[in-house]
């Protein structure tokens, strides 16, 4: 992670892969955000693939920026990202616009969801997760 700020705005750079080990990574760079601050921008050009453990992450990241009152972009999503989005979503085809629909707050909801009850069933089993 490499953090990088210029007047009220700060840029999360992430690189490589965004899995369970990204948490702490994460929240050490939301940590750096000073006082004054008032745009998140987190930049995926870096990441060429993510779990959902490390979508987890990042819309918890999301989620503890607004809780401080900041606005956050998350700009220049890959290939990868943006699948497992729409996979773990349950949108099919290309071009679904997946990284532009991350903006809006109730697919965030959507995604944190069905994420966590897929992790769920990956550390539980099937037969101890609920239906949707």
């Known amino acids: 992670m490499d953090v990088q700020r210029s007047d009220s705005s700060v840029m999360v750079s992430a690189n490589g892969r965004l899995t369970e080990d990204a948490g702490s990574a994460l929240q050490q760079a939301l940590a750096e955000v000073t006082a004054g601050a008032r745009d998140l921008m987190i930049d995926l050009h870096g990441v060429v693939s993510m ?13 503890r920026a607004e809780c401080l009152g900041l ?3 998350a700009v220049g999503w890959q290939s990868q990202p943006q699948q497992l989005m729409a996979t773990v979503a349950g949108i099919r085809g290309p071009g679904s616009a997946i990284g532009e629909r991350y903006a809006v707050a109730s697919f965030r909801r959507l995604l944190q969801e069905r994420a966590q009850r897929a992790r769920d069933i990956v550390d ?5 997760v609920g239906h949707f």
């Open 124 to 128: 539980f089993g099937p037969e101890r």
């Open 71 to 73: 606005r956050v972009l």
């Open 51 to 63: 779990d959902a453990d490390g979508l987890l992450h990042l819309l918890d990241l999301h989620r």
